[in-house]
């Protein structure tokens, strides 16, 4: 059973840079024809898509965000991460990490908020 | 990208059917059967419903169908159920191998 289990600073001043990481269990990351996504909510919003990494290591960002997102990979870890830069208060959400196939996303993690602000 | 075109609400009683539709362009839903829905409770997880526009993963109750035509794709729900209450989001793969979500819709069943 695949789980996936976000984790990272729930609180990060504005202007500064944003780091999750995504620990997963039950599969490798390095699985042939996985996308790994990172998804965000902000509160009371709807689903907004962040970016993906692909099992070979290709990455595809949300146009709106691609400027300051970097999502990478942690093979020795199984894990996989998110950076998003010059953050300000609009970036507060819960952001979750996902694994599945193309524009489906079949395991989740369970989520985390995290607050911009002085 | 803009954003997939949801209603922002739908109600039904029990046992009836309802149709939330998703509408998109012929960049993304229109190109691609790549459309899956999400049912989401308040404070947790969303949770796959249908992906590839109509495929059911394994557990979810074949009460959930999905269809497409042209730039729209629909999630019924039929022999509506309280629990069935809750946020549902749609999202479709695009052209420039992006992915792209609807607003969400508030189910209420009445």
């Known amino acids: 059973q695949v789980q996936l289990q976000e984790s990272g600073p729930g609180l990060v001043k504005p202007s500064q840079t944003l780091s999750l990481t995504c620990t997963v269990s039950g599969g490798s990351i390095r699985s042939d024809g996985y996308f790994w996504s990172w998804i965000r909510q902000h509160p009371g919003k709807g689903l907004e898509w962040i970016g993906y990494?692909?099992?070979?290591?290709?990455?595809y960002y949300n146009p709106s965000l691609k400027s300051r997102v970097t999502i990478s990979f942690d093979t020795s870890k199984n894990q996989f991460s998110l950076k998003l830069s010059s953050v300000t208060a609009a970036d507060t959400a819960v952001y979750y990490c996902?694994?599945?196939?193309?524009?489906?996303?079949?395991?989740w993690g369970q989520g985390t908020l995290v607050t911009v602000s002085s | 990208q803009s954003a997939l075109t949801q209603p922002a609400s739908v109600s039904g009683s029990p046992g009836q059917s309802i149709t939330i539709s998703c509408t998109g362009t012929?960049?993304?839903?229109?190109?691609?059967?790549?459309v899956s829905w999400y049912q989401q409770y308040p404070g947790k997880a969303p949770k796959l419903m249908i992906y590839e526009v109509s495929n059911r993963p394994s557990g979810v109750s074949n009460r959930f169908s999905g269809s497409k035509s042209g730039n729209t794709a629909s999630l019924t729900i039929s022999g509506l159920q309280p629990e069935d209450e809750a946020d549902y989001f749609c999202?479709?793969?695009?052209?420039?191998?992006?992915?792209?979500f609807g607003g969400g819709t508030k189910l209420t069943v009445l």
């Open positions: 999202t479709s793969y695009t052209s420039s191998s992006t992915r792209v």
């Open positions: 012929s960049s993304d839903v229109g190109s691609y059967d790549y």
């Open positions: 990494i692909y099992y070979s290591g290709n990455t």
């Open positions: 996902t694994r599945g196939r193309t524009s489906s996303d079949h395991y």
